[in-house]
């Protein structure tokens, strides 16, 4: 590399949009092959070069630093640009932009600066679930987004969402990896017979609740919720025994849990600041607003502070798919959720969650509508996708390969997921034309086929190697795409004061 007049900017493969200036050091990425590279220049004796590790080369007064962009770089560059360490965003607008890749963030930062007026950004954000089948860990989720906000030079500041977190080591890896964000789904913990039971099964249910971890008893509990119609901003929630019974059989065991993570993680992250966020979306039936009215108090009874609250919502929320349902129902439920999260809890309001919420064009309006800011939104193999549309354009003959894998592994890595999507309406490989490969992405069996069946394709060491080349040999047109994309998740979110 040639290095003329002008500081590390004359470097020649040197991305200058990434460029920050820590006293008399320039750091900076450099792009001169497949992979980026850390570029410093600095004085011999800066203290930053001497944490930096990397082929160093003398540049008259000074040294010019080349290293990889790797844990150690970045802990060092931690250390003076405080703007690359997530932290709690608090009750404003937020959005989590899950990165299945590692390579989103450059486009997820574009996006919000051209659409994201007044939003929290979550650049790190990945289930333990995904991480498994991506065979990724916490850090490497936590760096690949940190390096990202690098790249695009953010210093707005982002959250790291651990998320989907179900057990106590779930939870010791994220804290220890720096995650600020912490989601727990104790879904696996929800009994769905509680709607269906009879008033004999369900008082068996009931009488059944693990009542000491609940700190509780059931005369204790229906006791705190006498009959009565509790009023929430101009909504009428009707309260009875029964319906208390109900929500206590339903979530009960997901509250005791809930509470154990929390209390889990308090004990791991000491005097750091967190945010949490508890979520039951992932259930077979709706939750109530007496059900969500149980969950708030209940956890607050026990002392689980949380800044958001992901409720199973009527309708049908499949992966990277618009919303089925009527949107109208949709609104009016939701109005009175949103009621609830505004008034309901002892420890103040909270924010409304929407999971799975990529693409879901056709309730964005009505759930900012109705929850008036106290808004997060939460996606994920949307951008997983984008990568594919750019793959399609990049490289049909391997596109193909990666469609008839997905139509191949589809129905056995559905199981985890809530989703139709039916392989026999699904294009077949050879019937598409090359121009028409992109167009797949747009259609809901082969998005849905495609969302869902990323690990086996990214397992696949031949094409999940391959797809991190062509989108690292064209970062550009993977960047626009996302940009392009999520401008319309965040638009309808933004302030147009950004405040």
């Not at 450059?106 to 991480?131: K, Y």
């Not at 208390?244 to 154990?260: C, L, N, P, S």
């Not at 929320?317 to 999260?341: Q, S, W």
């Not at 002892?346 to 106290?374: E, I, M, W």
Request: proline residues 6%; glycine residues 10%; contains cysteine.
């Amino acid at each position: 590399m040639s290095l003329k007049p002008g500081g590390l900017r004359a470097l020649r493969d040197l991305d200058v949009r990434s460029v920050s200036v820590v006293g008399e050091a320039e750091v900076g990425l450099s792009r001169d092959g497949s992979e980026p590279r850390l570029a410093a220049l600095a004085p011999p004796d800066s203290p930053l070069l001497a944490r930096l590790e990397g082929d160093r080369a003398r540049r008259g007064d000074e040294v010019l630093l080349l290293g990889p962009a790797g844990p150690k770089n970045l802990d060092a560059l931690r250390g003076v640009l405080p703007w690359l360490v997530p932290r709690p965003l608090g009750l404003g607008t937020s959005a989590g932009m899950g990165d299945r890749l590692g390579l989103a963030t450059p486009g997820h930062v574009r996006a919000m600066r051209s659409s994201g007026a007044g939003i929290g950004p979550i650049f790190a954000q990945q289930s333990i679930r995904e991480m498994e089948r991506a065979g990724r860990t916490p850090r490497q989720v936590m760096d690949d987004a940190a390096w990202g906000v690098f790249a695009e030079d953010w210093r707005d500041g982002f959250g790291a969402d651990a998320d989907h977190l179900k057990t106590a080591e779930h939870v010791d890896a994220c804290a220890a990896a720096g995650y600020t964000f912490f989601t727990f789904d104790p879904g696996d913990r929800v009994d769905d017979r509680a709607g269906t039971a009879d008033p004999t099964a369900l008082r068996a249910l009931f009488d059944g609740l693990p009542w000491d971890d609940l700190e509780d008893t059931p005369g204790n509990l229906l006791g705190r919720y006498p009959d009565a119609s509790l009023s929430l901003d101009g909504h009428e929630v009707p309260v009875d025994g029964e319906s208390v019974a109900r929500a206590a059989v339903k979530y009960g065991r997901a509250v005791v849990h809930a509470a154990y993570l929390y209390r889990r993680l308090e004990s791991v992250m000491g005097k750091r600041e967190f945010e949490v966020e508890v979520s039951v979306d992932e259930t077979e039936s709706p939750t109530t607003h007496v059900q969500h009215l149980y969950i708030v108090r209940e956890l607050s009874r026990l002392g689980v502070r949380f800044v958001s609250l992901a409720p199973r919502l009527v309708g049908s929320f499949e992966k990277g798919v618009d919303y089925l349902g009527d949107v109208a129902e949709f609104e009016k439920d939701l109005a009175v959720h949103a009621a609830i999260a505004r008034e309901a809890s002892p420890n103040g309001p909270y924010k409304l969650s929407l999971h799975s919420g990529s693409d879901k064009f056709s309730v964005y309006p009505a759930f900012v509508r109705q929850t008036r800011g106290l808004a997060h939104l939460k996606t994920a193999g949307t951008s997983y996708l984008e990568a594919l549309r750019t793959a399609a354009v990049l490289d049909p003959a391997f596109f193909r390969e990666v469609y008839a894998l997905a139509l191949a592994r589809y129905p056995e890595d559905r199981a985890s997921y809530h989703v139709s999507a039916n392989v026999e309406k699904a294009a077949r490989p050879e019937t598409v034309e090359d121009a028409e490969l992109p167009l797949l992405l747009d259609r809901f069996d082969e998005r849905e086929i495609l969302h869902v069946t990323f690990g086996s394709v990214l397992d696949a060491a031949a094409l999940g190697g391959r797809l991190f080349e062509l989108l690292r040999e064209d970062e550009e047109a993977y960047a626009a795409n996302l940009e392009s994309h999520f401008r319309r998740h965040l638009a309808p979110f933004a302030s147009p004061s950004g405040s």
